[in-house]
Structure formats: structure tokens, C-alpha cells
């Protein structure tokens, strides 16, 4: 139980264009999710915290108009990265938590590696 | 502000061998505390938590942890690593919301 997961896996793009990854809870609903970037050899960075059918709440210093996250849904939610630049490159994950697997507790997705060229 | 050291960069231990990483805490109330796996390109696997009550909690795998106020650590130990347990470790404190993730530690398991 408690699965989440991540699509794509990765994707490659060209600098300015956009890239909408989804994070889906396959096994239970949803109420939050998270989303985090990891950059090579770190820790996890915690980018936005978003409830289903509520505006995401944006850690300081994450452009909330680069960085557009949608939760549409109790087991859904996309993030898309605007006009992306090699610096975006990164390791992007999602978690999420819900009240029947524990609302303490966040579950995360595979990751999705993101390539700006 | 929350925050969490893993003052261990990598480990490298023989397989069979004990394990212990370390995690050191600064939360103000009592914290949720985590660990999590993670294998090289995956998501983080959950291992254990820790809310209240019994101080050693068993979680996967053969892991368990054991929390203790007194030094703000909430170590994670392995009585006989296998091969397959080569991966980064990371601890994490919560309030049941956000989480603080440490820097991890890189586990190397040599045969």
C-alpha cells in the first residue's frame, strides 16, 4: 500500500520550453502533496507544499511562476517547470500523504530526472 | 528551525558486519522522526518512524532506531548487512507537516 509514482521518469528538453511531470497516488487519496528537488550528491529540498483543490504554498526562494503546481485532484497533482533552463536540471521528487495510510507520514514517488540542454 | 545532521558522509562495512548511522535532531516539541532509503536514480523508500511511545522502533528490512531525548539521536541500526542494503540513508524530522531532511549517508557494503 502506499504507492506513489512518477511520470515520465525522465525527460530531455530544449532551454525555454516547458515540462509538466504528474505524481499520482495509485492506492489511496491524496490530501497533500509535496514536491522536492534534489541536485546531484544533496539532500532534499523541499519546493511546495500543495492540498488538493487549494493553491500551493512555495517554499522561500522557489518561483512560484516558474515552478506551476496543480492539485486537481485527491490523486493527482503536476508540477510544471516554465521556459526551463539548464539550471533547472535536476532530480524533481513528489510525496504525498493522506488520512488512511497515515497523515504523519509522506510517500514518495521514483523521481523524475529533468535535462535542460 | 528544524534541522538534522548526519555527520557521516559515507560508511563502508563488511557484509555481515553491524551498522549504525547516526542522526542528530534540533526540534523544540517532540519530533516525527524518519528514515528513509534511498537506491541510486529511486525515490525514497520508507524504513521507520518514530511519533511516541517505545523509543526502539523496527522497521524494514531488519532496520530499527532507536530515539533518545536526551542526545536528540535517533540512530538507525542493522545487526548484519547484506549486500543489497548499498544505498544512501536519510533521516528526516517532521511536525506533521513539513519534513527536514539530513544531508544523508552513503552506505558502501564491501564483500
Known amino acids: 500500500g502506499a504507492v506513489v509514482s512518477q511520470h515520465p521518469s525522465r525527460v530531455i528538453c530544449k532551454s525555454g520550453t516547458s515540462v509538466k511531470i504528474e505524481c499520482r497516488s495509485l492506492d489511496f487519496q491524496a490530501t497533500t502533496m509535496f514536491w522536492y528537488r534534489q541536485f546531484p550528491k544533496k539532500s532534499l529540498m523541499l519546493m511546495a507544499t500543495s492540498n488538493e483543490g487549494s493553491k500551493a504554498t512555495y517554499e522561500q526562494g522557489v518561483e512560484k511562476d516558474k515552478f506551476l503546481i496543480n492539485h486537481a485532484s485527491l490523486t493527482l497533482s503536476t508540477l510544471t517547470v516554465t521556459s526551463a533552463h539548464p539550471e533547472d536540471s535536476s532530480f524533481y521528487i513528489c510525496?504525498?500523504?493522506?488520512?488512511?495510510?497515515?497523515?504523519?507520514?509522506?510517500?514518495f514517488g521514483p523521481g523524475t530526472r529533468l535535462t535542460v540542454l | 528551525a528544524q534541522s538534522v545532521t548526519q555527520p557521516d558522509i559515507h560508511i563502508t562495512v563488511s557484509e555481515g558486519a553491524s551498522l549504525e548511522l547516526r542522526c542528530n535532531y534540533s526540534y523544540g516539541a517532540t519530533p516525527y522522526l524518519f528514515w528513509y532509503v534511498q537506491s541510486p536514480g529511486q525515490g525514497l523508500q520508507l524504513l521507520l518512524k518514530y511519533f511516541s511511545g517505545d523509543t526502539l522502533v523496527q522497521g524494514i528490512k531488519g532496520f530499527e532506531a532507536e530515539f533518545k531525548r536526551s542526545q536528540s539521536s535517533f540512530n538507525l541500526r542493522k545487526p548484519s548487512v547484506h549486500w543489497s542494503d548499498a544505498a544512501e540513508y536519510f533521516c528526516?524530522?517532521?511536525?506533521?507537516?513539513?519534513?527536514?531532511f539530513g544531508a544523508g549517508t552513503i552506505l558502501r557494503v564491501k564483500s
Open positions: 510525496s504525498a500523504r493522506g488520512p488512511l495510510v497515515g497523515q504523519d507520514t509522506q510517500y
Open positions: 528526516a524530522v517532521g511536525d506533521g507537516n513539513k519534513l527536514v
